[in-house]
């Protein structure tokens, strides 16, 4: 066994994790190498004296200093029963937000809505009158279709839409 | 009552049962606090901030982990605030410092003791003279006592990471302490 491996294995050693085999592998390498000797009597100086040597208790009242603060915090941020109902508050709202849209989308009235007086004379071949008549003065064809196209695209009833 | 109860009671917002909790955890929190501040009041304020910042962060408590996990975590991260803020004021403590002193029979015992306070300074000073995560490991670990599993989810790392990082941070301590503990050791040998 080489120095850089029983160092491997004297640092196993300290958590009690080198197992028996290894450890008489370790042990035989120590007695006859005082550099490692010496590591070994190093960590375990290092390992004790990095503790203090006592922990002292907490300061007089932790206890009822802590629950005093957390009364304070919590009257001035009441957040606990918050975030926890925040949490939820988000999906709710979100859950309604789709169940809305997609009634929206799929129970949308099968009925038509009244028609406006201009689409009822542009599209249903009554006398055309009023702002249709700007249409319907349109010198040129072409303006005159797009118009009409443009006036008729918004109708879902595809029957109704104007074509050309 | 058992802890599941009281955390649950406590993310419903109830103090007494987080008062129990507290009782609990108390002197665990305290003592990694003092780990790493080595200061008494430092380590009160310090627990306190960690028990406070555990009350309100409950409701996001989902039991992934052990309660005792999850609390060390909110303690660890709290302590390495502390420890940048305060970073700097770690007093270099040499070995002049803790002296030399004439030894006579009376005051041997008290000079042994002496002595050995002064060597657990110098291991302190260097401990904090150490890169954060080394820092940290060792206070877990060689000072806090956890095991290995324990730091794992406390640190969330591979057990094979801890590992490793435990014995770069023993070799890296070692590395600054080689000679001075043996000088300060002096004629009253090591053991
Ligand atoms: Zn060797």
């Known amino acids: ?164 | 009552m058992d802890e599941k109860e009281l955390i649950r009671r406590s993310q419903a917002g109830d103090g007494e049962a987080f008062g129990v909790l507290v009782e609990r955890y108390r002197g665990k929190v305290f003592s990694l606090a003092y780990g790493f501040t080595r200061d008494r009041t430092s380590a009160d304020d310090l627990a306190q901030e960690v028990l406070i910042k555990a009350y309100f962060s409950l409701p996001k408590f989902k039991a992934k982990s052990a309660f005792g996990t999850w609390l060390y975590r909110i303690a660890v991260n709290h302590a390495k605030d502390f420890l940048r803020k305060n970073k700097g004021r770690q007093k270099e403590i040499s070995i002049e410092d803790v002296g030399e002193q004439t030894l006579t029979a009376e005051n041997k015992s008290l000079e042994e003791k002496r002595v050995e306070e002064g060597r657990r300074q110098i291991v302190q000073a260097a401990l904090a003279r150490l890169p954060e995560k080394y820092r940290v490991i060792l206070t877990l670990r060689d000072i806090d006592g956890l095991s290995y599993e324990d730091i794992s989810g406390v640190l969330k790392l591979s057990p094979g990471t801890v590992d490793s990082r435990l014995h770069r941070a023993r070799r890296k301590l070692r590395e600054k302490l080689t000679g001075r503990l043996i000088r300060q050791g002096g004629e009253h040998g090591l053991q």
């Open chain 1, 1 to 164: 066994m080489d120095c850089n491996k029983a160092e491997r294995f004297l640092l196993r050693s300290l958590d009690g994790r080198l197992d028996h085999e290894n450890r008489a592998m370790l042990q035989a390498h120590l007695e006859k190498c005082p550099s490692c000797q010496e590591k070994d009597r190093e960590y375990q100086m290092i390992l004790r004296l990095i503790r203090p040597q006592t922990v002292p208790e907490p300061l007089p009242y932790f206890q009822e200093r802590l629950l005093a603060k957390l009364k304070e915090q919590d009257k001035t941020a009441p957040a606990l029963i918050w975030v926890k109902w925040a949490h939820r508050a988000v999906a709710f709202s979100l859950a309604v937000f789709f169940l809305f849209g997609a009634g929206i989308l799929f129970f949308r009235p099968q009925e038509p809505r009244e028609l406006s007086q201009t689409e009822r004379f542009l599209l249903q071949d009554e006398n055309p009158l009023g702002e249709a008549a700007s249409i319907l003065d349109q010198k040129k064809a072409e303006d005159r279709n797009m118009m009409l196209i443009f006036a008729s695209v918004g109708d879902k009833d595809v029957s109704r839409r104007y074509k050309p």
